[in-house]
């Protein structure tokens, strides 16, 4: 079971304190660093001093940091012409010497949309079709051929499809809990798919429909990667655990149902139900970015519990 630190930063985080978690995640041995993709706060955190860009920030993390894998969960189709973010990907791609994976989303919270003037179309799940598509395939384009695209969405015309990511196509992750497009989008394009935020239940029933549409795509069944992101609270006592869940504005039972919280045998105990249902990486969503003790813990005492 992999495990990987996933942030999000739009909930109040510079740079540096980014720069400092995905420093802990290397130096204790965590597979991956993610983080969100949003420019604005949700709940009741006051967001200060407001967003950092996922890809600007992951460019910096590339150049200082040497093994951990670096991606969103998940760029929002709506922030960046398809073009442009399979330039950008492609370009931290090669800065992180091929240490990268994007997550791609149709996006979601109108919000941020009206609150720094990006447009917010009706028809998004369509829209990321298209992305996939185009970004995938100007990844895929040999050099010094072009690429061409003519959708309903999005139009190319003789793109050169530069420059090429360093590790040839970046892993793409596709997620969501949609019964029926999200499978098929995930069984054509993804290396990944990713269920955010479910219980061990719908999980099951989520992987099934997408190993479904693998196998009606003609992909080998072992095709893709599957994947929970997960809220994660562990305390070595109960005490600990109420603290720390009470620094994030959570209740303790609530994050046992729908999370991984408690002692470390209480979260080991839950990761190998995911691990049995098919789940082999787990995105740890990492609240509060101050507390690395809370890392050193987890990698302490969690992971090294598990095969």
Same mark, same amino acid.
């Given at each position: ?18 720069? /400092?978690? &995905?420093?802990?995640?290397? !130096? ?16 009741? $955190?006051?967001?200060?001093? =407001?967003?950092? @860009? *996922?890809?600007? /920030?992951? *460019? ?5 940091? +040497? ?9 929002? &189709? ?18 992180? =010497? ?16 009206? $609150?720094?003037?990006? #447009? ?23 050099? %010094? ?5 003519? %959708? /309903?969405?999005?139009?190319?015309? @003789?793109?050169?499809?530069? #420059?090429?990511?360093?590790? =040839? ?28 935020? +479910? +219980?061990?239940? @719908? ?16 992909? #080998?069944?072992? $095709? ?13 006592? @109960?005490?600990?655990? $109420?603290?720390? &869940? *009470?620094?994030? %504005?959570?209740?303790? !039972? ?9 002692? #470390? ?27 690395? !003790? ?5 990698? !302490? ?7």
């Amino acid at each position: 079971m992999d495990l990987r630190i996933f942030t999000e930063p739009q909930q109040g985080a510079d740079y540096d304190t980014l720069l /400092t978690v &995905a420093k802990a995640t290397e !130096d204790l041995g965590f597979d991956a660093f993610f983080r969100s993709d949003h420019y604005l706060k949700m709940g009741d $955190a006051d967001g200060l001093p =407001g967003p950092t @860009d *996922a890809w600007i /920030t992951l *460019a910096g993390l590339a150049r200082e940091t +040497s093994r951990i894998r670096l991606g969103t969960l998940m760029t929002a &189709a709506t922030f960046r012409l398809p073009g442009v973010l399979a330039i950008q990907v492609a370009q931290v791609d090669r800065m992180s =010497g091929g240490r990268v994976e994007l997550g791609l989303g149709a996006g979601w919270f109108e919000q941020e949309h009206e $609150a720094y003037g990006i #447009p917010f179309p009706k028809e998004k799940f369509g829209r990321l079709e298209e992305q996939l598509e185009i970004v995938t395939g100007l990844w895929a384009t040999e050099v %010094g051929k072009t690429y061409d695209f003519d %959708g /309903t969405y999005y139009q190319l015309k @003789d793109s050169p499809a530069l #420059p090429k990511p360093a590790q =040839g196509r970046v892993p793409v992750l596709i997620g969501g809990h949609g019964a029926r497009r999200t499978p098929r989008l995930a069984a054509r394009y993804a290396d990944e798919f990713n269920m955010p935020f +479910s +219980s061990v239940e @719908d999980t099951a029933a989520q992987f099934g429909r997408v190993r479904d549409a693998v196998a009606e795509a003609g992909r #080998p069944a072992d $095709a893709l990667t599957y994947s929970n992101a997960l809220v994660v609270c562990v305390g070595r006592d @109960d005490q600990e655990v $109420a603290r720390r &869940a *009470a620094a994030i %504005g959570r209740e303790v !039972d609530e994050l046992k149902t729908n999370g991984l919280a408690g002692t #470390p045998a209480e979260v080991v105990e839950k990761i190998g139900r995911y691990a049995e249902v098919g789940s082999t990486r787990l995105y740890l969503q990492v609240l509060d970015l101050d507390d690395l !003790d809370h890392l050193e813990l987890i990698s !302490d005492k969690v992971q090294s519990q598990l095969p």
